[in-house]
């Protein structure tokens, strides 16, 4: 394996018609088989997986870098995160249960939770593998089956993941991965068979999702897009706030939905943050991923790349100053001259109705804005159509709590940024979508109730 920028890898056909109806009744007949299976059997299958992941981490994390851009060392991150997925939801499904609720004269009611049946994943091409994982994880645990779709611009490693559910122990076909961009994300979202869509993406696709799951009453979780607020008081630990800032800005190149890109700070430290983080900015060390002190890779592709760029341009017209980065970076070693690197961005001087401050870049670019009072900062902060994620620093515990409940966001950090624990829920208020993946809340989006209702005398009639 090696990183070489714009050289083709693998050509993948698209799915069509034939492919995604062989795929979901591929997994129909594997979800008879699944979803009779006690939730300690899935629970020993999937621990099987987990224990494949971890074994084969640097292996599987060398693909998805190669799959990707992102640097080794955050994809070695997102392979843990991603086994530590299937582990914590193989624990839950030998715990999946309903309850008793006892009725007058002896009779009695329960409810018993169900799998959904075939259930549909998209995944975006940021988190590739991990984000197969956290859909897989819970849909899995639940008893249902899965046809994944990756995205056309990194199809390779969760393929790898198909492969180790088989190995594994999964009835064959209960998870399947078809290829395609929107054509063949339109066929799975449209066929009668499939019970539920789980996708991750953009807005406007996350809107024709929702319209398609519609005709066929098909439940949708959509994990969309964002540009959340981070917001640094002055009596934060600046060390902190600053290695936050980072973190909430420039993992995987800035391609992160829930990036706090929005970063608020109070404006009697603003020069003195400002200088910190554009100093630790320009340290960040870019160029070949697979290099161990790699600390930020290529971004996705060639038109992603120009239109990061064209976004600090239009910044720039608009009156921002591009306080560090923002140009192409061309690495010393010759096979990389043609990859798609840009030096991560600051941007200072910003305002709240740039386009900058206002749209998703996904791309490595901070806005700096400064802010007097808490209530100010909380309006402006919210006044987003969007609402993913939130951040705050401040040694002021009841400030930060107070803080945290007036964001619209869906996911908060205090003192932390971009922690993503399985164990906790993750999912965005407004535009950034609904449903939840992570922690037991993925439960209810993957299972659906029925109550039952016994009675232990004669029925009451009123005829």
């Keep these: 394996f090696e990183t070489c920028p714009g050289r083709v890898l693998c050509k993948v056909p698209c799915s069509g018609e034939k492919e995604v109806d062989l795929a979901v009744q591929s997994a129909k007949a594997a979800f008879k088989i699944w979803s009779q299976m006690s939730g300690m059997e899935r629970c020993r299958v999937m621990l099987e997986a987990a224990r494949i992941i971890r074994e084969q981490r640097d292996e599987i994390a060398t693909m998805e870098t190669i799959n990707n851009g992102k640097s080794i060392f955050e994809a070695r991150v997102d392979i843990d995160i991603s086994w530590q997925c299937l ?11 309903g309850e008793h609720i006892q009725l007058p004269g002896g009779s009695f009611g329960y409810t018993r939770r169900e799998p959904l049946g075939v259930c549909v994943g998209i995944g975006a091409w940021n988190y590739p593998f991990q984000i197969a994982c956290w859909k897989s994880g819970p849909a899995l645990a639940c008893g249902n089956a899965m046809v994944f779709k990756p995205s056309p611009f990194t199809p390779i490693s969760v393929v790898r993941l198909a492969e180790i559910f088989t190995e594994a122990g ?26 539920k ?27 969309l897009g964002g540009k959340s607020p981070l917001i640094i008081f002055s009596d934060a630990d600046l060390e902190n706030a600053v290695k936050g800032a980072l973190m909430a800005n420039f ?25 910190e983080v554009v100093k630790r900015t320009q340290k ?7 290099l161990e002190d790699t600390r930020m890779g290529a971004l996705i592709n060639r038109p992603h790349l120009n239109r990061v760029q064209g976004f600090i341009k239009q910044a720039k017209e608009q009156g921002a100053e591009v306080l560090c980065g923002g140009d192409l970076y061309v690495p010393d070693d010759p096979k990389l001259k043609n990859g798609y690197y840009m030096r991560p961005c600051v941007l200072g001087n910003c305002k709240d109705d740039m386009t ?5 870049i996904f791309g490595p670019v901070m806005a700096i804005l400064p802010f007097d009072t808490e209530e100010e900062v909380l309006e402006r902060a919210n006044a987003t159509k969007f609402g993913l994620a939130g951040g705050v620093f401040t040694r002021d515990i009841q400030k930060a709590h ?3 409940a007036a964001l619209k966001a869906g996911m908060c950090f205090i003192n932390n940024y971009n922690v993503s624990p399985v164990e906790l829920p993750f999912g965005g208020y407004k535009f950034s979508g609904f449903g939840r993946e992570n922690g037991r809340a993925a439960i209810e989006y993957y299972s659906q109730l029925k109550t039952v209702c016994v009675e232990m005398g004669d029925v009451e009639s009123v005829f």
């Design 170 to 195: 999964v009835p064959k076909g209960l998870f399947n991965v078809v290829q395609g961009g929107a054509a063949t994300g339109q066929l799975l979202c449209q066929h009668p068979d499939v019970a």
């Design 251 to 275: 993992l995987t190149q800035g391609e992160v939905c829930c990036n706090g890109t929005r970063v608020f700070v109070e404006r009697k430290i603003l020069d003195t943050f400002t200088k």
């Design 87 to 97: 582990e914590y939801y193989a624990g839950l499904a030998g715990s999946l249960a």
């Design 402 to 404: 107070r803080v945290v």
């Design 197 to 223: 869509i789980s996708f991750t993406g953009s807005v406007p696709t996350g809107m024709k999702i929702m319209e398609m799951a519609a005709k066929g009453i098909k439940p949708v979780t959509l994990e």
């Design 356 to 360: 900058c401050v206002k749209e998703e």
């Design 284 to 290: 960040i060390k870019i160029g070949d991923p697979l």
